[in-house]
């Protein structure tokens, strides 16, 4: 039955649960959701129009930006009994600990860190934080350098030893360093946008892989191609709440919906 596989998926990952969460700036609320939980499925797409609160929502998740109201809780996998946790009442930095990960919309170029030092920052412990620290790290860098290789290798980034160039790079480079953090819960903010073709397909077919691991992944898109291919689950957001919610197929049947905030065109795909 349906269902039943549905509760099997759902209960083997973290989930996020959001609830009477609202966040306003001047005045004006921007997100405004009373029950959502994301990550009942391996890959979540979250889509809308520009504004719709997608990038605000997630940083409430990730509490680097303060709840004006409400709740966001990460709940663990049946059989975890290291029990939920309430993210809303954690700073940021607390987050990554917990295995909540989640990329940006707009790179935060290191200025000055090569690629090796940017993977490296991202798995180094506090006290190891301070970059010029980083250069001297032997052991963390043998830690890691196996799968930072691999990563470097699947993404074609060919000259770690230099810094990140392109935007397309810098896009690249900010997820490995979210997925050498083994997510339990990883959240992408506009992960294809700018890529070429090939680096798209390669960020999907990772993104296909590490949920097949076990991570929730949830998705912010506006290359709907990339979300009707990827998504199980699809939460369509307008105005600062989750409007439709269900699977691509059933999303794209709202084609009103969609063309009335996203334009003509979209639906289809
Ligand atoms: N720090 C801020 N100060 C004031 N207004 C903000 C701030 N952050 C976001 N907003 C406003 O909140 C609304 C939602 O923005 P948000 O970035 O969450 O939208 P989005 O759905 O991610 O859009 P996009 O698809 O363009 O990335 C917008 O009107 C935006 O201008
Ligand atoms: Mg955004």
Redesign the pocket.
Known sequence: MVTEATDTVAATRSRIQIQGAAKS??GRT?VDIDDLTLGEYPVEGLI??????????MRMIMHSTKLDRGTVTLVRPDGDDRGDVVLSELPTYAMAGLGVVKTN?VIMDFEKLTMWDSMLLSVAKPKQELPFKIFAEAPLFAEHEEEMRHYLDFFSLTDPADQAGSAGEKKLLDIVRCLLLKPSFLLLD?PTAGLPDDLTEKVMEAIRLLAASGTSVVV?E?DLNVIWNLSDQVHF?AEGSVILQGTPEEIRRHETVVEKYLGEGHVGG
Do not use: C, I, R
């Not at 809308?48 to 929502?57: C, D, M, R, S």
């Open positions: 700036f001047s921007v809308g129009p520009n504004g719709a609160g997608k990038t605000t929502l919309q506009e912010v506006h957001m």
